[in-house]
């Protein structure tokens, strides 16, 4: 598949079939998604793939932590409120809360934390790790990464979401996914098929008009 047809055709899927993934293919997207640079060759990010019992496991516990208020989310990434961000960055939140409204309706947001209890009921999930001292260069290196990733999962006929709900808990990751002391779960993605008859598929979002975010200097 052409790269062009890739960056337009892709879109985030919030829930995914229940088709099984081949292991050689998440094998494949791993290997071509090494391809990514990385500061001066030192490739820090790791993948653990969470699947079937391993992914079964992790999705219960996930699911009970959201709805039990003595266990706060704690990400190692921490989430920064809406209200907090720049401008613009808000006017672009905004725009993404609305199609969701329009097309979910008035409780888009339950629904939609339905989907993320469910960790949008992925097939496979890609846990990008660090270690816990790691460079800040090294979140460049994760982010390249992971598009790449993310890129090559659509060229094997897969969705895919990155998203903070996987990594909400990091410490109760780490039991499953048999990390070091000294390793942690910053992001994760998600793979599966997408599931074109669930509702919470339907909305995608827009990009600004690219002379919003570009200035070229002469």
């Given at each position: 598949m052409e790269l062009s047809t890739i960056l337009n055709e892709r879109h985030s899927a919030r829930w995914f079939k229940e088709d099984q993934i081949d292991r050689s293919k998440i094998e494949a997207i791993v290997k071509a998604a090494q391809h990514a640079p990385s500061w001066i060759n030192s490739q820090t990010p790791k993948a653990v793939v969470a699947m079937g019992t391993t992914l079964k496991q992790i999705r219960a516990e996930h699911a009970s932590l959201n709805h039990d208020e003595q266990t706060p989310?704690?990400?190692?990434?921490?989430y920064k409120p809406v209200p907090e961000w720049d401008a613009r960055s808000?006017?672009?939140?905004?725009g993404w809360f609305a199609s969701r409204a329009a097309v979910l309706g008035d409780d888009?947001?339950?629904k939609l934390g339905q989907a993320g209890d469910a960790l949008y009921n992925a097939q496979a999930v890609v846990y990008f790790i660090l270690p816990k001292d790691f460079s800040q260069w090294s979140l460049i290196?994760?982010?390249s990464f992971m598009e790449n990733m993310i890129l090559a999962a659509h060229d094997e006929g897969l969705a895919s979401i990155p998203a903070y709900q996987y990594v909400l808990y990091p410490d109760h990751l780490a039991k499953h996914l048999g990390l070091a002391d000294d390793e942690v779960a910053v992001m994760g993605l998600g793979l599966g098929y997408r599931d074109d008859q669930a509702a919470v598929n339907e909305s995608q979002s827009t990009r600004a008009a690219t002379d919003e975010i570009l200035r070229i200097l002469d």
């Open positions: 989310s704690a990400p190692y990434l921490p808000q006017k672009n939140m905004k888009w947001s339950a290196d994760l982010g």
